[in-house]
């Protein structure tokens, strides 16, 4: 049975709601507060596992994570390869999401700048898998899950964020690299476009040596650029609650999507239907759909058309 593999990060949030973003210097009051478990890489495991995949997770959390562990499990992931540094206190978010459902993150990397290259697996993957990281954890971690992976015969995708320069050497060997606007244009060392018509002429002008780019936009889409062309994918209109995890449940349906063996444009669709759907509720993994959900939605999203 093909899988998806995850290597990435671990923490607890802390989500302040605030009616607007404090500036730099300001102080606001919060009008709400909750605690819930994230990390880019628990939060993309559960995204692809609630959508039916079999998810495994590479991580490492501190000693303070049994209830996190229980609720990854019942969420469907595989913990088996999570390591514990039972001194270390697991990984930390700092949320603020205002009335629009906007967000602003800042981290504690705890536990997961431990997780090393010997805590990968030697076996990653299988022919058929896929392997999925991103950028929370120490990117000698990542660029080796990468190149291992890939040459165990995996689909690999690539999610750069928090954005990292990866050598050209980690590059070559991913599959699909999703990163969202402004990470793009950290990678590229340029100013961030206006228009998606501009975004596709900097994808042209400014070509990465990775097989093929899912540039998130948001609540305006995807962009989906590959060697058939660049294609805009545009987001069914949603009223937004909280837009924390979005991205995630994005890269997550992705990955079940494309280990079901659906070619890279059909899976964007379905990723960008999964994360519109998860904006409608309250929390990271919470929030994100399963199958079902996302089957009707895309349904009732053809009849609206």
């Given at each position: 049975m093909t899988s998806v593999t995850v290597v990435g990060s671990v923490n607890r949030d802390v989500v302040l709601q605030v009616r607007a973003l404090p500036r730099p210097g300001e102080t606001v009051h919060a009008v709400g507060s909750r605690e819930g478990i994230g990390g880019k890489g628990a939060n993309q495991a559960v995204a692809a596992a609630r959508l039916g995949s079999a998810v495994r997770l590479v991580a490492k959390v501190g000693g303070d994570a049994p209830?996190?562990?229980?609720?990854?499990?019942?969420?469907?992931?595989?913990?088996?390869?999570?390591?514990?540094?039972?001194?270390t206190r697991t990984g930390l978010a700092l949320i603020t999401v205002d009335a629009a459902g906007e967000n602003t993150i800042v981290l504690d990397g705890g536990?997961?700048?431990?997780?090393?290259?010997?805590d990968l697996p030697e076996v990653l993957a299988a022919p058929g898998d896929v392997l999925m990281a991103q950028g929370e954890i120490p990117p000698e971690v990542t660029g080796a899950a990468v190149i291992r992976a890939a040459a165990q015969g995996a689909t690999v995708i690539l999610n750069p964020a928090p954005a990292h320069a990866f050598d050209d050497d980690v590059l070559k060997r991913v599959d699909?690299?999703?990163?969202?606007?402004?990470?793009?244009?950290?990678?590229?060392?340029v100013p961030v476009p206006a228009t998606s018509g501009e975004v596709a002429k900097l994808l042209a002008d400014h070509p990465l040596p990775v097989s093929a780019l899912v540039v998130t936009l948001g609540a305006?889409?995807?962009?989906?650029?590959?060697?058939?062309?660049?294609?805009?994918?545009?987001?069914?209109r949603v009223t937004a609650v909280d837009t924390v995890g979005a991205g995630d449940t994005f890269c997550g349906a992705l990955a079940d999507s494309l280990v079901r063996g659906l070619p890279l444009r059909a899976a964007a669709e379905r990723a960008v239907l999964a994360a519109a759907l998860s904006v409608t509720g309250v929390g990271a993994q919470s929030a994100m759909p399963t199958a079902a959900e996302v089957d009707l939605f895309a349904q009732q999203q053809e009849k609206i058309r």
């Open positions: 209830d996190i562990l229980a609720s990854l499990a019942r969420n469907g992931v595989d913990t088996a390869l999570i390591a514990t540094a039972e001194r536990a997961n700048r431990e997780l090393t290259v010997a699909v690299l999703v990163p969202n606007l402004g990470e793009l244009c950290a990678l590229l060392g305006d889409g995807a962009i989906v650029h590959d060697q058939e062309g660049t294609a805009y994918i545009p987001a069914p």
